[in-house]
C-alpha cells in the first residue's frame, strides 16, 4: 500500500526532527556539544554564548538520532523560567514528550510524590513551605520555648536549618552553634521537624535533602531513576551546592552520560551554600581511566558589544578561581562603557532617569532598560527618581505575587484541601473571610490538638472541640467545619474549578470589597490573576489538578513574575539580574563596601572573588550600553558618609570607556550651596564642638547646605569623620 505525500511528511514528524536540521545554525564548539555522544560532557559557557540553545539543541539530537527516547532524559535547571522556556524548545522540536525537564527542586518533589512513603511519617500529599510559611512557623516555636524572636529571629533560625541539613551529607558545613545559641537552635530545630512531620509538609531544604535521604534508604529507588535516565544534563551547574552534586552524581552513576553546562565567572550563590568547586573540579570528579571528560569552550558571545565585553573580561581576569575563557563577539560598539560619579543617592537616581529619557528619545523601548543595584536599601532612591522624572519601572523581585495576602489565603485554602495535616495553612483560612474566631479560641483549639496529636482542621472538625470555644467564634467554626466537608471532593479535581468554588463559598471578592485598606480593588484584580493562571495550569498539565498546581505555586522564584514585555523599566538586585538581558543597563552604587559588599570583603579573598563575579555578572546582561555609576556621598540610616569608588572601575581598562563628569557637579552646587544659618544647626560654626547621642563627642570641620539638605562634616573622637544632616542629628553645642 503506497503513502502519499502527506502520509509521508506525517511519518516524518512521528519520527522526529531531522538530526541534520539541528546543527543548522550553530558554531563549531556549539555543534561538537550537541553531537557529543557518551560519557561524561563539560559545557563551558561564557555569557551570551547562546548556551540555552546548546542545550536543548542537544536534548533534541539525542532523540532524533535514537541514542534516547524522550523519557530518558533528565534535563535540569535553576529557575521556573529557564526550565519553561527550555521545554517550549524542545516541545517545538518534537523532542519533549515524557521527558523531565525541571528545577533541581520540582525534579525532588516529583520523586518525593511518588517515594516519599518509603521515608516514614510524610504522605504523598504532603504540603510545601515556602520561606514565609517556615519562618512564620519558626516564629511561632521560638515563642512556644520561651524566647524572644526578636532576640532570636526566625530568618537566622531558618539559615542554621538549612546549614545543619546540608551537614548531614557535606562534613565541612558547620552542624550547630556553640553557647546559648546553639541550645536554642537545637530546641527550636527539634521543635521544627516534629511540628513540620506532624503537619505532613517540607521546606525548600527538605525536597533535596529527603530525595538524598531516600536515596541512600533505599537503594532500589535510586536505581529505578538512574538506570532510566539514560542522559542527565544540568545547566547552570555553577551554582549547585553539594547535595545538588550529590543528587547529580547519583542520579547520573548508571549510565554515566553526564553533561553539565556553566561558568565558573557567573558562580554568585555562595550565600545560599553554591559551591563554584563544582565546575571547577568536574574534570578530576568525573573522569574515569576508561573515559576522560570532555571539555567545550562556548567563546563566542551574541549579546555584548565588543566594548562592554572587554571591559568584563579585564575585570574578571583579576580572579584566581577561575577557567580561562576568551570571549568574542561580531558585534559592533554602539557607545563606549560609562562611568559617572554622582553627589549623592538622588543625584545618581535623577542622573540615571534623565539618561533613560534620552535612551527613550533615541529609539530605545524601555522593556529594554534595566537599573541593577546590590543591596535593596538602594531602591527607593532609584524608585523617587524614575517617579519624578514620569519613568514607568517595575520591581522583579520585589514583594512577590504568591506573597500577596489574598493570593496566600486562597492557595492556604487548597493546601487544607489537599493536606488537612498543615497547620500553618488552616490557621491561616480559620479567620478568613471574618468569622468571629479570634486568638483566644484558636489557642483552646490548639491546646485541643496537642493534647490529642491530631491537626488543627481535625480539632476544627471535632464538635468537643468546637464546644471550648464561646459565642459567635463556635458559629463560625461550626461553619467553618462544614465548609471544608463540602469542598473535600474538589481536592482531586482541577485547580481553578477549586479555586472558583471557594471564592463563592466564602464570599471572598465581597471580604475583599469590605476591607479596610485602599488596595481592595487591586487585591480583587490580583485574585483574577490568580484564577487565570489556575486556567491556564489546568489547560496545560490536564493530570496536574490541583496537588500540581500547589507545587507550581510553591516553587515559583522572584524572577518568574518579571514581565519581559512590559513597557517598563526593571528595577533589580544585580543577584535577581542572573540569566537575563537588556539593551542598556545601569549599574548603580558602584562604591566600596557596596560592590564590592563588606560583609564579603570581611570572607577575605573568597568573598572579593565572588563580588568580583556578580559585577561581572551585572555588566554582560547588556547588550549595547552599560552604564555604572558611583555617588560621593550615600544617606544609610539617617546618616551620610563619604564614599570611594570601587575598586572594579580601577580595574576596568581606560580605552573602553568613557568618565563623565555629568551634570552632578552643578547640580550639587545648587543643592547643597553655602551654609545660610538658618533652620537646623543656626547655632554652629565650623570649629565648634558638639555632642552626639550616638557618636559621642566631635568638632565640625565643614558646614553646607540650607534647610533640609543642611549637613555637617564632624570629626569624633572615636567614630571618625561623618557626613550629618543637621535636621535629624541632634548635634549639642558644647564648651572646649
Not at 540610616?637 to 552643578?666: C, H, K, M, Q, V
Request: hydrophobic share 40%; with cysteine; charged share 30%.
Amino acid at each position: 500500500m503506497s503513502l502519499d505525500w502527506m502520509d509521508v511528511e506525517r511519518a516524518r514528524e512521528d519520527e522526529g526532527q531531522d538530526p541534520a536540521s539541528l546543527l543548522e545554525g550553530l558554531n563549531e564548539p556549539q555543534q561538537r556539544a550537541v553531537e557529543h555522544g557518551e560519557g561524561p560532557l563539560l559545557i563551558l559557557a561564557g555569557a551570551g554564548s547562546g548556551k540555552t540553545r546548546v542545550i536543548t539543541r542537544r536534548i533534541a539530537w539525542l532523540v532524533a538520532t535514537g541514542r534516547a527516547r524522550p523519557d530518558e532524559i533528565l534535563a535540569i535547571t535553576f529557575t521556573n523560567k529557564a526550565a519553561r522556556e527550555m521545554r517550549s524548545r524542545v516541545a517545538a522540536m518534537r523532542a519533549a514528550k515524557g521527558m523531565w525537564i525541571a528545577t533541581f527542586h520540582a525534579t525532588c518533589a516529583r520523586i518525593l510524590r511518588r517515594d516519599i512513603e518509603l521515608l516514614g511519617p510524610w504522605t504523598r500529599d504532603f504540603s510545601i513551605y515556602d520561606t514565609a510559611d517556615k519562618n512564620q512557623l519558626l516564629k511561632t516555636l521560638i515563642k512556644e520555648a520561651g524566647w524572644d524572636p526578636k532576640r532570636f529571629r526566625p530568618q537566622v533560625i531558618s539559615h542554621m536549618l538549612g546549614e545543619w541539613k546540608a551537614s548531614q551529607f557535606d562534613t565541612e558545613r558547620q552542624a550547630a552553634p556553640d553557647g546559648l545559641e546553639g541550645e536554642v537552635f537545637a530546641t527550636v530545630r527539634d521543635l521544627y521537624e516534629a511540628r513540620m512531620r506532624a503537619a505532613n509538609a517540607l521546606d525548600f531544604d527538605d525536597l533535596l535533602v529527603r530525595t538524598l535521604e531516600l536515596f541512600r534508604a533505599q537503594p532500589g529507588v535510586l536505581d529505578q531513576y538512574a538506570h532510566r535516565f539514560r542522559y542527565v544534563l544540568v545547566d547552570e551547574y555553577q551554582d549547585t551546592n553539594h547535595v545538588q552534586y550529590l543528587l547529580t552524581r547519583a542520579l547520573a552513576g548508571w549510565h554515566g552520560n553526564l553533561a553539565v553546562c556553566g561558568d565558573p565567572d557567573q558562580s554568585i550563590y555562595a550565600w545560599r551554600g553554591a559551591n563554584v568547586a563544582n565546575i571547577l573540579d568536574f574534570e578530576r570528579d568525573f573522569s574515569t581511566p576508561e573515559r576522560a571528560v570532555a571539555v567545550v569552550k562556548l567563546e563566542q558571545n551574541y549579546r555584548s558589544t565588543p566594548g562592554i565585553l572587554g571591559a568584563a573580561q579585564a575585570v574578571i581576569r583579576h580572579n584566581a578561581g577561575r577557567k580561562e575563557k576568551d570571549l568574542w563577539t561580531e558585534k559592533e560598539d554602539v557607545d563606549p562603557v560609562r562611568i559617572v560619579e554622582c553627589g549623592d543617592e538622588e543625584d545618581e537616581a535623577n542622573e540615571i532617569a534623565a539618561r533613560i529619557h534620552g535612551l527613550r528619545q533615541s529609539g530605545v523601548p524601555l522593556d529594554e532598560i534595566a537599573i541593577f543595584y546590590r543591596v535593596n536599601f538602594m531602591q527607593r532612591a532609584l524608585e523617587r527618581g524614575l517617579r519624578l522624572s514620569g519613568v514607568p519601572y517595575q520591581i522583579v523581585g520585589g514583594l512577590e505575587f504568591y506573597q500577596r495576602r489574598e493570593i496566600k489565603d486562597l492557595v492556604s485554602y487548597l493546601q487544607v484541601l489537599v493536606n488537612p495535616a498543615d497547620d500553618v495553612a488552616t490557621r491561616r483560612i480559620i479567620n478568613v473571610p471574618a468569622r468571629g474566631v479570634g486568638d483566644k479560641s484558636v489557642a483552646l483549639l490548639e491546646e485541643f490538638a496537642r493534647d490529642r496529636r491530631i491537626s488543627l482542621a481535625a480539632a476544627i472538625e471535632s464538635e468537643e472541640a468546637r464546644a471550648r470555644v464561646r459565642g459567635v467564634g463556635r458559629k463560625g467554626l461550626t461553619g467553618l467545619a462544614r465548609l471544608l466537608e463540602d469542598l473535600g471532593g474538589l481536592r482531586d479535581g482541577p485547580a481553578h474549578v477549586a479555586l472558583v468554588q471557594i471564592l463563592e463559598e466564602t464570599d471572598y471578592f465581597v471580604h475583599l470589597a469590605k476591607g479596610e485598606d485602599a488596595e481592595g480593588s487591586s487585591r480583587a484584580e490580583n485574585v483574577e490573576e490568580l484564577l487565570a493562571h489556575a486556567e491556564r495550569w489546568d489547560a496545560e498539565n490536564p493530570e496536574g489538578g490541583v496537588r500540581g498546581f500547589l507545587q507550581e505555586v510553591a516553587l515559583v522564584s522572584d524572577v518568574d513574575g518579571w514581565d519581559p514585555d512590559a513597557e517598563r523599566v526593571s528595577l533589580l538586585t544585580l543577584h535577581s539580574s542572573k540569566g537575563l538581558e537588556f539593551g542598556a543597563v545601569f549599574l548603580a552604587g558602584c562604591e566600596e563596601e557596596l560592590l564590592p559588599h563588606v560583609l564579603a570583603l570581611e570572607e577575605g579573598d573568597g568573598g572579593l572573588e565572588e563580588e568580583r563575579r556578580l559585577f561581572y555578572v551585572g555588566m554582560t546582561r547588556a547588550k549595547e550600553r552599560l552604564c555604572l555609576s558611583w555617588a560621593r556621598t550615600r544617606m544609610r540610616f539617617g546618616e551620610t558618609s563619604w564614599r570611594e569608588p570601587s575598586r572594579f572601575l580601577s580595574e576596568l581598562p581606560d580605552e573602553l570607556l568613557e568618565t563623565d563628569e555629568s551634570e552632578a557637579e552643578a547640580r550639587e552646587a545648587d543643592v547643597l550651596g553655602d551654609f545660610d544659618g538658618a533652620g537646623a544647626g543656626a547655632d554652629l560654626s565650623v570649629g565648634d564642638w558638639v555632642e552626639h547621642d550616638h557618636f559621642g563627642l566631635g568638632q565640625i570641620r565643614s558646614l553646607e547646605g540650607s534647610a533640609v539638605n543642611a549637613r555637617a562634616t564632624v570629626q569624633f573622637r572615636e567614630a571618625g569623620q561623618r557626613i550629618l544632616l543637621l535636621q535629624y542629628a541632634n548635634l549639642k553645642r558644647v564648651g572646649n
